[in-house]
Nanobody, 123 residues
Framework: QVRLVESGGGLVQAGGSLRLSCKAS????????MGWFCQAPGKEREFVAS????????YYADFVKGRFTISRDNANNTAHLQMNNLKPEDTAVYYC????????????????WGQGTQITVSS
């Protein structure tokens, strides 16, 4: 089992930055891939970024490339999502997900997820 707790969400103006964190507990953190997904009201959960268990392979959705950076600190069981140049369309609940068993961009491929953290970007 893996328990995930996100933090770092909030309200920010367009062009601003936020850094999300995902603290994991349970299984050894360095044994599984991590992902971030977002879900806006009325929309399906959407892939944002993913990172493999060693941290040397990362993947991004096109709409965040060049603006968001995913990273992980295996020594502290934490994954991060640095979000720069935020846009109003980035407004959503962001979920941390763990233990990938299929496609990294499919939220159904992950076995565990956190409660989510709200990001609101004002124009």
């Amino acid at each position: 089992q893996v328990r995930l707790v996100e933090s770092g969400g909030g309200l920010v103006q367009a062009g601003g930055s936020l850094r999300l964190s995902c603290k994991a507990s349970g299984r050894i953190f360095s044994t599984y891939a991590m992902g971030w997904f977002c879900q806006a009201p009325g929309k399906e959960r959407e892939f944002v970024a993913s990172i493999n268990w060693t941290g040397d392979s990362t993947y991004y959705a096109d709409f965040v490339k060049g603006r968001f950076t995913i990273s992980r600190d295996n020594a502290n069981n934490t994954a991060h999502l640095q979000m720069n140049n935020l846009k109003p369309e980035d407004t959503a609940v962001y979920y941390c997900m763990a233990d990938l068993r299929g496609s990294y961009d499919d939220y159904l491929s992950y076995d565990f997820w956190g409660q989510g953290t709200q990001i609101t970007v004002s124009s």
